[in-house]
Nanobody, 122 residues
């Protein structure tokens, strides 16, 4: 079955860096664009970054542009998010998920993992 396992979060001081990883299984990873989302306490889940299936196209939320870098390794079925110059407002649980094409092909189902907590104290 589809599994998404996020890791790499932690507590980091403002200005610090973290590298998140997402290990995917149960579907053809290299076929789909992939996204990183985050959800802060009391807020809705928001899109942080996306990468095309081959990795040639990347887009970012304005709030992380220039600080975060998304990448993928299709041979290892892994997605990454390098986060630099972290700010308190980056505090959230981070999730990975394949794109809308995947969701449509799975009858609208999402397969959220447990996420990984990133905490940047103010």
């Amino acid at each position: 079955q589809v599994q998404l396992v996020e890791s790499g979060g932690g507590l980091v001081q403002p200005g610090g860096s973290l590298r998140l990883s997402c290990t995917a299984s149960g579907f053809t990873f290299g076929f789909y664009a992939m996204k990183w989302y985050r959800q802060a306490p009391g807020k809705e889940r928001e899109l942080v970054a996306l990468i095309s299936s081959a990795g040639s196209r990347k887009d970012y939320a304005d709030s992380v542009k220039g600080r975060f870098t998304i990448s993928r390794d299709n041979d290892k079925n892994m997605l990454f998010l390098q986060m630099n110059n972290l700010k308190p407002e980056d505090t959230a649980v981070y999730y990975c998920h394949p794109d809308e094409v995947f969701v449509a092909r799975n009858s609208g189902a999402h397969y959220w993992g447990q996420g990984t907590q990133v905490t940047v104290p103010s």
